[in-house]
C-alpha cells in the first residue's frame, strides 16, 4: 500500500460507499449476463415483462441449434446481486483538520411443446423446421430454423406468437446468417406446480465462433430508445464492442454535496447528456474490474457458486486459482481472479444501431468504474497558515464542483447554485 503524507485521499478507488445507480432507474432496460471463454457463450436473459404470463414470449435469433440440457432456468437473485456490484457509485470523503495533516493509506422434461405430424407438416411447408422442442421450468422452448423471413412470421402469428409488423427484413437477415431462432412461452401449468409468480431469467448455452448480442428485433416496434446493461464476465479482461465504440462513461469527478440526495436524478441526467454528446451511437462502460474485489464496494463480489449460476464454466470445483498480478497500475493489490466483469451500458434504438452488437475480450485487465464524489469541507475553527489557505481555497473548489456538475448534466449552473444555498461563499 502506498503511504504520503496529505490531508485528503490520494487514489481514485476509495472513499465511502454511500449510493449506487443500477439498471432499475431506467424504464425499458434489459439485463443479460454473457459468460465468454474461446467459442462458448453462456446467456442469462434477465426479461422486464410485466401482465399475464400466457401473453408473455420471446423470440431470440441464436447462432445453432441449441440441446434441452443447454438451457436452464435461472435466479433473478444473482442478476440483481451482478448489477448492485457493478453500478456506478456515490462515494464521500470529509476533510480533515489542515493543521493536523495525517497518513493517508490506500488501498425439465421434453414434450411440454410437443406438436404433431400434422402441425411440423404445416410448419415445413412454410418453409420452418421446429429443430427441437422442450419444457425446462415454467417455459415451453422451440428451436426454429427457416428458409425465408415471411414463413417464420405467418407461422410464429399462426402459432399466437406476436410478431412486430415489420419484422420481416430483420428475420431475414438473420436467416441469412444461418442462424436459429430460440422461443420460449410460458407452460401455465409449469409454472403452477413450481409455484413461481415472477418470471425467471433464461440461460443458454452454445458454441460459436460468433460473440454478439441480437438487438435488431426487439426495436422494430419499440416505443422510443431501449436500455441495455451488459455484463460481461470473461477470463482474461475487459469485453468491448468491435462495430460500435466503446467509451469509459466520465467518472472520478468532485460533484456538489447536495447530489447524494438525488444521486438517481443526477445519474439518469448525466448518462443521458453522454448519449446526447455522442449521438446515441456509443457502447458506454460503467465497470470493469476483477472479480476477486471490489473498492469501494456498491455490493460483495458474486461468490464462485454465484459466477458458476451464472455460466462461469472454467472455474474448478474450489474457485480459480489466483493469477498474481495488479489491478491498479504498480500499487500491490490482491491476487486477480480468472474472471472478469465488465458492465456496458447502451441506450438503442433503430436509427442509430443498425446492427447487432459484436464483442471481442481484451486482454486489458484495468480497473475501472463509475465513480462520483462528494467532498465535505473541514469547518472547524483552528487559525493556522494551513487552515487560512485552506478556506481561501473552498469557493473555487465550489465553483469547480458546480461547473462540473452542470457540464456533466446539461443542468443550469444557477439552478445547481440555488441547490447548494450559501454554505460556501462565492
Known sequence: MGVAWS??????????????ADAKLFNNASQVVLARDGDRTVLTMANDFKGDPKEFAVVVPVPTVIGKDQIRVSDRALLEHIDAYSAPRLVEYFDNNPCQPIMVFSAGQQGGAAFDAIRVARARSLGVTIEAQYTVGEYDILILSARESTGLETWLRQNNYRIPAGA????????????????ARVNLAE????????????QVEYESPKFMLPIRLGM?????????FIYALSRRGRVETTNYRTVMLPTG?????????????????MFSEQVKKEDMRTV???YSWDMSFCDPCAADPLSSQELRSLGVFWLDGAGA????????????????QQVFLTRLHVRYDNAHFPEDLVFQETADRSSFQARYVLRHAWNGADTCPAAVQYRQQLPQRSDNETRTLASLTGWSIEDIRRQMGPAVAR
Open 7 to 20: 490531508s485528503r485521499a490520494l487514489f481514485a478507488f476509495c472513499g465511502f460507499y454511500v449510493a449506487k
Open 168 to 183: 420481416s427484413s430483420v428475420l431475414t437477415s438473420y436467416i441469412r446468417q444461418n442462424m436459429k431462432f430460440f422461443v
Open 191 to 202: 409454472q403452477s406446480r413450481l409455484g413461481y409468480s415472477v418470471l425467471r431469467p433464461i
Open 220 to 228: 422494430v416496434n419499440a416505443d422510443g430508445p431501449q436500455e441495455l
Open 253 to 269: 469527478m468532485d460533484v456538489p454535496v447536495f447530489v447524494k440526495d438525488r444521486f438517481a436524478a443526477f445519474y439518469k441526467a
Open 284 to 286: 458506454f462502460t460503467e
Open 321 to 336: 486459482p489466483p493469477v498474481r498480478g495488479t489491478a491498479r497500475g504498480s500499487l500491490p493489490g490482491p491476487p486477480l
